[in-house]
């Protein structure tokens, strides 16, 4: 398949709001797409390179190479040169990198490069995959999309389930069971503002679990083979020994349990920052050392398998307690029932278990419906998550031109809280919260504030203060600060208030102690 016929179809996707238009235009390119190049068509519209980081930054991209008069770069030719780029390394990669980034963009035609340039910095959002990629590819085939929606769920790859799918048919669905060993999807969840919203949301007996800031983890065992993978389904068994042990010493077999990586403070009994946890997890130290270091634990809140039976489809009570067969109570969630989400006595628990939580360090609860199956891979409603909710005051440093359905817009904004001397502490970018109004409203106030223009990013003066909810601050040595903030959105512009009223880094610092 010819890239431009992809990038075509990104910009159709990308200009329409309307899930049914984007679904025919998806299915239509599917129905045409080669099974070999099913996998990288949808990693593409996706924004997703399979190679992973392949160290391409502005610094390669911002150099203009004329442009090919007509398409004529395809999608698998990409690839190769993606693989080839990935693969440099040593003395001189850096201008044999750019030689080769040169090269790929000399075969691209003008609209072909834009998208291979958003591609290699994570620019490319257009809401093209997940439920919407699902249906087209389910259109595309002729097959119910309750059934590739399934198969897709026990894979945990589309790419993979859309290729057998559209080379084989509907019947190469019958392939794709939970297999005790073979990661699946984690189930995700939706937010609610409160514990009582939550309970209220459900309407039926729920239970109300911790929600801990960790490393998620799916663990597998069928005998003595035990395997620990992400949330993101790679496998990382050799970096957690002591989820290992702690598997093997389980009574039951062939189980597959949902859990999360955590450490405690060894004084305070308080758990470590996330970013610890992180760090453990991805260090190259030898693992005995890594584990002196910063020991971890496993706490477990779901069973999706056990004996080699699926429990997926069980309601949530009875998924707890073939858990509770299987784990000791050292190693589950701490959670509390709601029976009867109309009583005002169980909904008080409920929300001073939520309080309890946030006092132990953790970061807030889950609410999840007791009669409802485990729906692996997606966002349920059965699950609905509470958080505090943290806000800042902040000023805009700079914006990002945007791309996309947000071409000629400016969006990613730059974030600063005020120092001491005046001057403003990056903290941070977003582009999350932005509503269409919102966007067009802050193109508008930035443009009249911009100081320079480099085609990609706009310095503004650092007048219009924006209101920032966030999850909470993190370290970062990319910002002069040292520190981030987790997961920022704009709740809404604030022109009523000066800069000097903004808050300040040491407000913003003093939150993280």
């Not at 329409?16 to 679904?23: D, E, G, M, Y």
């Not at 490319?124 to 929606?149: F, K, N, T, W």
């Not at 894979?155 to 509907?170: H, M």
Request: charged fraction near 25%; glycine fraction near 8%; hydrophobic fraction near 45%.
């Amino acid at each position: 398949m010819l890239l431009g016929r992809l990038v075509d179809v990104s910009q159709q996707v990308a200009a329409t709001s309307a899930r049914s238009r984007k679904t025919a235009v998806l299915a239509e390119l599917f129905a045409d797409t080669r099974p070999e190049d099913v996998a990288l068509v949808i990693s593409y519209l996706a924004g997703q390179v399979p190679q992973g980081r392949i160290g391409i930054g502005w610094s390669v991209l911002k150099e203009p190479v004329p442009p090919a008069d007509l398409p004529g770069l395809t999608v698998s030719a990409t690839d190769t040169a993606l693989t080839r780029l990935a693969e440099v390394a040593g003395p001189g990669a850096q201008a044999e990198r750019k030689r080769l980034v040169h090269e790929l963009m000399a075969a691209a035609t003008a609209d072909e490069q834009r998208f291979l340039m958003r591609l290699l910095t994570g620019e490319v959002r257009q809401g093209a995959l997940d439920a919407i990629a699902l249906e087209s590819v389910a259109r595309a085939a002729g097959a119910p999309a309750v059934d590739v929606r399934r198969a897709v769920m026990l894979d945990g790859s589309l790419p993979r389930v859309a290729t057998a799918l559209l080379a084989q048919g509907p019947p190469a669905l019958e392939q794709f069971r939970l297999c005790v060993g073979s990661p699946v999807q984690p189930m995700l969840a939706h937010t609610a503002k409160s514990v009582t919203e939550a309970v209220q949301a459900l309407g039926a007996a729920c239970v109300v679990e911790e929600k801990l800031d960790g490393i998620r983890v799916q663990v597998h065992r069928s005998g003595n083979d035990i395997r620990v993978y992400t949330r993101s389904l790679d496998d990382i068994t050799d970096r957690l020994p002591e989820v290992t042990l702690a598997a093997r010493e389980m009574t039951g077999d062939h189980f597959i349990l949902d859990g999360e990586v955590i450490a405690l403070d060894g004084t305070t009994g308080r758990p470590v920052p996330f970013q610890d946890i992180a760090s453990r997890v991805g260090s190259r130290l030898d693992v005995d050392a890594a584990r002196a270091t910063l020991p971890l634990s496993p706490v477990f809140f779901d069973v999706l398998a056990a004996g080699g039976e699926p429990t997926l489809d069980l309601p949530g009570g009875e998924r707890h307690f073939v858990l509770a067969r299987l784990v000791p109570e050292p190693m589950r969630v701490r959670r509390t029932v709601v029976d009867d989400p109309e009583s005002a006595q169980q909904v008080a628990a409920a929300e001073e278990f939520f309080a309890d939580t946030l006092r132990r360090g953790h970061e807030g609860v889950l609410v999840k419906a007791l009669d409802a199956p485990y729906v692996a891979g997606r966002r349920g409603r059965s699950w609905l998550k509470v958080k505090p909710v943290h806000t800042l005051d902040l000023v805009v440093l700079a914006v990002e031109w945007g791309h996309g359905r947000r071409t000629g817009l400016l969006s990613n904004l730059h974030l600063g809280a005020r120092a001491a001397d005046g001057t403003y502490v990056m903290l941070g970018k977003t582009f999350k919260g932005l509503t269409d109004e919102m966007l067009r409203w802050q193109t508008d106030r930035l443009r009249a504030l911009a100081v320079t223009d480099d085609g990609f990013t706009v310095t503004v003066r650092p007048e219009l203060v924006v209101e920032i909810a966030y999850d909470g601050v993190q370290r970062s040595s990319r910002y002069p600060a040292g520190v981030a903030l987790r997961f920022a959105r704009v709740l809404r512009h604030r022109p009523d208030k000066p800069a000097q009223q903004a808050d300040t880094i040491d407000q913003v610092l003093e939150s993280r102690a």
